[in-house]
């Protein structure tokens, strides 16, 4: 399983955007890129996914260079809500999407 | 759709007794679940891969006598902690994937519950 380093946290204010970046230099052929978001006691949820180049939904956007060793979360406009720790996850796609979480980012977003 | 449900949400059990957590997934089959162990302010550990009708494998150092795994149905996923103690007190979380939501996999992540150790 690819390992995934991050920054340990992130500071931002309401109404910024923001980018979180992962590194993931050991990404297989068949490994996807999800990011997830977790509040503090409960589960993980989904943001994003991408294979490569760039994917945009409703709350992010997510920039994979052709290499695919790193990627980039973009939070738009970011608000108090969306203080949370964010996780990068690289998927085994041969093996139902196991993944080794990494230490996450814990982005505060101040007022 | 792709909803995750753990039971119990928070549970207290004595030292050396045993407790069962439930994942299920509410309007998909999955054919995978995956149970994860998440210390405070730690990350989340991945403990085990269940895989419908088949032993569920471990991770390194996750001792398998223990923390025992059944997948019986396509929907259905139990972690039994067996002989408890003050030290798995934690936050267990399952998630559960399948090709039938598309390619390629994702995680769908339950609730998570509560186990605390007295």
């Known amino acids: 399983l690819a390992k995934t380093t991050q920054p340990i946290s992130m500071d931002s204010y309401e109404g910024q955007e923001v980018n979180i970046t992962c590194s993931h230099n050991?990404?297989?052929?068949?490994?996807?890129i999800t990011w997830y978001q977790q509040f503090p006691s409960q589960g993980p949820r989904f943001i994003i996914q991408?294979?490569?180049t760039k994917v945009t939904n409703e709350v992010a956007s997510l920039f994979i260079p052709a290499d695919r060793k790193s990627s980039t979360l973009s939070l738009p406009r970011v608000s108090l809500s969306d203080t949370a720790v964010y996780y990068c996850?690289?998927?085994?796609?041969?093996?139902?999407?196991?993944?080794?979480f990494g230490d996450g980012t814990t982005l505060t977003v101040k007022p | 759709g792709a909803v995750v449900s753990q039971h119990p949400s928070r549970v207290i059990c004595k030292s050396g007794t045993s407790v069962k957590i439930e994942c299920r997934s509410l309007?998909?089959?999955?054919?995978?679940m995956f149970w994860y162990r998440q210390f405070p302010k730690q990350s989340l550990m991945l403990m085990a891969t269940?895989?419908?009708?088949?032993?569920?494998?471990?991770e390194q150092g996750v001792e398998k006598d223990k923390f025992l795994i059944n997948h019986a149905s396509l929907t259905l996923s139990t972690l039994t902690v067996t002989s408890a103690h003050p030290e798995d007190s934690s936050f267990y979380i399952c998630?559960?994937?399948?090709?039938?939501?598309?390619?390629?996999?994702?995680?769908?992540f339950g609730p998570g519950t509560r186990l605390t150790v007295t």
């Open positions: 050991n990404i297989a052929t068949n490994d996807y």
């Open positions: 991408g294979y490569k």
């Open positions: 998630s559960a994937t399948t090709p039938s939501r598309g390619t390629p996999y994702e995680q769908y």
């Open positions: 996850l690289v998927g085994d796609n041969t093996n139902a999407g196991k993944s080794t």
């Open positions: 309007d998909f089959q999955a054919t995978t």
């Open positions: 269940s895989n419908e009708g088949s032993k569920a494998t471990y």
